[in-house]
């Protein structure tokens, strides 16, 4: 615990986790799924949490507080989410895999610094700054204005999903999503640059170039942050892991995991 969480501790709420376990025991780390504002664990229960135990890893997926099934927190930052992401990977058996998504990818990298994870996993990271709003307000100035002063920014289903995937599913994913606190929104304004992880584990950056939330030139930029290129998936949206082709990503994330030492 850092100093100000002494001084001015995170709210204690409810967490939500979901998991999948393998149906034959393996000798391999479990896989925390964190997921970006607005969403919830149901967003990595769709696909991903079940596949990954198919494969053999122990599968977890976390609702930050005032998302999905987790307690609300309307004065929620960026530093209470690290303290649930950190909270829930301490309480596993093992040394786990953080893999994010989103604003999640930004909350996984800061819980790096104080969880000494086996390995994570930055896919479609949203690292703030003003790129990132103006490239929203462009492409969606009603949705996203109000955000700017406090209110629900509010995104189409056209920027977080390919046109492959279904028009009725991508609405049902889109509907899903839920309210962030004003002060987390503000936080996004500004990049964020997390600190170096401790423990040195291995990163890898996942995304799309087609993605209309994260530019290719951010993508670039939290890539190499940690020394490497993104892991690239062509026509896909934002939301890898409800988009059609979900299982390329996740196929490539567990064969990443596979070959480490």
């Given at each position: 615990?850092?100093?100000?969480?002494?001084a001015?501790?995170?709210?204690?709420?409810?967490?939500?986790v979901?998991?999948e376990?393998?149906d034959?025991?393996?000798?391999?780390?479990?896989?925390?799924?964190?997921?970006?504002?607005?969403?919830?664990?149901?967003?990595?229960?769709?696909?991903?949490?079940?596949?990954?135990?198919?494969?053999?890893?122990?599968?977890?997926?976390?609702?930050?507080?005032?998302h999905?099934?987790?307690?609300?927190?309307?004065?929620?930052?960026?530093?209470d989410?690290?303290?649930?992401?950190?909270q829930?990977?301490?309480?596993?058996?093992?040394?786990?895999?953080?893999?994010?998504?989103?604003?999640?990818a930004?909350?996984?990298?800061?819980a790096?610094?104080?969880?000494?994870?086996r390995a994570?996993?930055?896919?479609?990271?949203?690292?703030?700054?003003?790129?990132?709003?103006l490239?929203l307000?462009?492409?969606?100035?009603?949705?996203?204005?109000p955000?700017l002063?406090?209110?629900?920014?509010?995104l189409r289903?056209?920027?977080?999903?390919?046109?492959?995937?279904p028009?009725?599913?991508a609405?049902?994913?889109?509907?899903?999503?839920?309210?962030v606190?004003?002060?987390?929104?503000?936080?996004?304004?500004?990049?964020?640059?997390?600190?170096?992880?401790?423990?040195?584990?291995p990163v890898?950056?996942?995304?799309?170039?087609?993605?209309r939330?994260?530019s290719?030139?951010?993508?670039?930029?939290?890539?190499?942050?940690?020394?490497?290129s993104?892991?690239?998936?062509?026509g896909?949206?934002?939301?890898?892991?409800?988009?059609?082709?979900?299982?390329?990503?996740?196929?490539?994330?567990?064969?990443?995991?596979?070959?480490?030492p």
């Open positions: 615990m850092r100093s100000d969480e002494w001015d501790p995170p709210k204690p709420v409810q967490r939500e979901l998991t376990q393998p034959t025991p393996q000798d391999r780390p479990p896989v925390l799924f964190v997921p970006g504002y607005g969403h919830g664990a149901w967003a990595f229960a769709q696909h991903w949490l079940e596949h990954t135990a198919r494969r053999g890893f122990p599968a977890s997926a976390m609702s930050l507080r005032g999905g099934g987790s307690g609300a927190d309307p004065d929620a930052r960026l530093r989410y690290v303290h649930d992401v950190t829930v990977a301490a309480g596993l058996p093992k040394r786990a895999v953080l893999v994010g998504h989103g604003a999640g930004l909350v996984v990298a800061m790096l610094a104080r969880y000494p994870a994570g996993v930055l896919t479609a990271p949203v690292f703030g700054g003003m790129g990132t709003a490239g307000l462009r492409r969606n100035p009603a949705g996203t204005l955000g002063f406090g209110g629900r920014v509010s289903p056209a920027q977080l999903f390919s046109r492959t995937l028009a009725k599913e609405q049902s994913y889109t509907v899903r999503l839920q309210r606190p004003a002060g987390t929104q503000r936080q996004l304004i500004r990049r964020q640059e997390p600190e170096t992880p401790v423990g040195a584990p890898l950056v996942a995304g799309s170039p087609d993605d939330i994260v290719a030139s951010a993508l670039e930029w939290v890539a190499r942050r940690y020394g490497g993104p892991l690239l998936f062509p896909m949206g934002h939301d890898l892991m409800l988009d059609a082709r979900w299982q390329e990503p996740i196929d490539a994330i567990l064969d990443w995991l596979e070959k480490l």
